[in-house]
């Protein structure tokens, strides 16, 4: 009677709360899954059919709970369990598992986790490192020399899609790590490690976010995005406004998802920026300015975040735009306090 007081009070604890440790032992949900449930829904059932059979049918799921006396094997454990498959402490390889291309330059990677059941385990916000030894030219020096290259990206699938993760990138004639990718067959292992980054994020941890991307720098953008959709169900009423800058108008990735979202959410809003804009353009033109900002983003709270990726110059310039606006002065390394946050 004792024991089964201890394992009732463990499981209060759980369910209210109170402990956030992972249950172990007879707690474990696999025990939950394959043991205590079974056994609720038949004494449940029987009691509601013939309330004179509940003894009997307390003895049979005794005696069912009885067969898995031996410990759960890992296969067990996989069914129930999502398993991280992410290491921050050193690096492992994942195979690439299917390529789509996007244009000329640009994929969509996806490499496989260990298993289906796998996650990467990547808090929204953050991103992972990719590595690769190549031939890499010291430009003082002239000199090539074969080392690790590093370099981070941020995936566009979440833990909310087991056994694989996805990589929008874009290859440069200077991107070591990108060109890299671009040479990838179907099979070859990449490096990764993480998760690495400052910004985690949780739902209403602002009253509206204003995010200016460029290029590739989407990626951590619609990662947050796709988050805050998916926590409206559960009170997340974060409004976000995206001002999205490239060259020209087939540079716009993940246009196709991105206005599926708008169509999904009317607090999510999308204001594209084009240098060399097509006839009878209805966005903005030219480079992101302090004005555009101002017209699409929230005055300067203490509730309210600016996210900024892209290629360095552009971060650079949108960091003195903020500030010109009244934002707090970005830091040279960003702390997820910041009023302008870049990735």
């Known amino acids: 009677m004792t024991k089964i007081v201890e394992v009732l009070t463990a499981l209060t604890d759980v369910v209210s709360g109170k ?27 029987t009691a509601a059919v013939k309330a004179s059979w509940t003894p009997l049918a307390v003895v049979v799921a005794a005696a069912l709970g009885g067969i898995r006396t031996t410990p759960f094997t890992s296969a067990d454990i996989e069914t129930t369990e ?21 244009s000329h330059n640009t994929a969509i990677y996806r490499f496989s986790l260990p298993s289906q059941n796998s996650i990467l385990g990547l808090p929204i916000g953050q991103h992972i490192s990719l590595a690769a030894n190549l031939d890499v030219k010291d430009p003082k020096t002239e000199k090539v020399e074969n080392k690790e290259v590093v370099r981070s990206y941020t995936p566009i699938s979440s833990d909310w899609e087991p ?20 040479t990838l067959k179907i099979g070859d292992t990449m490096k990764v490690k993480g998760p690495k980054g400052a910004m985690v994020y949780t ?29 409206r169900s559960k009170g997340d009423k974060t409004e976000v406004d995206l001002i999205f800058a490239n060259v020209d108008e087939k540079d716009i990735l993940l246009r196709d998802d991105l ?40 005055a300067p709270a203490n509730d309210i ?3 900024i990726c892209g290629p360095p110059p552009m971060v650079s310039a949108m960091k003195k735009a903020t500030e010109s606006l009244g934002y707090d002065k970005a830091r040279p390394v960003s702390k997820l306090d910041d009023m302008v946050f870049c990735f």
Not at 87 to 97: A, E, N, V
């Open 259 to 298: 206005r599926a979202l708008e169509d999904e959410d009317n607090k999510f809003r999308v204001n594209y920026v084009l240098n060399n804009p097509p006839e009878k353009w209805g966005g903005g033109v030219g480079f992101v300015t302090a004005d555009m900002i101002k017209e699409h983003f929230p």
């Open 82 to 102: 999502e398993k991280k498959a992410l290491d921050p402490t050193k690096f492992q390889h994942f195979p690439l598992t299917e390529k789509t291309v996007i």
């Open 203 to 231: 739902p209403n941890m602002v009253r509206r976010f204003g995010m200016i991307a460029g290029g590739t720098g989407i990626t951590p953008m619609l990662q947050v995005v796709k988050a805050i959709l998916r926590g």
């Open 163 to 182: 056994g694989h993760f996805d990589l929008l990138i874009k290859s440069y004639p200077t991107g070591n790590i990108s060109r890299h990718l671009a």
């Open 305 to 307: 975040k600016i996210l």
């Open 19 to 45: 402990t956030t440790s992972k249950p172990t032992g007879p707690l474990a949900p696999q025990y939950i899954a394959f043991v205590y449930i079974p056994s609720v829904i038949l004494i449940a059932g």
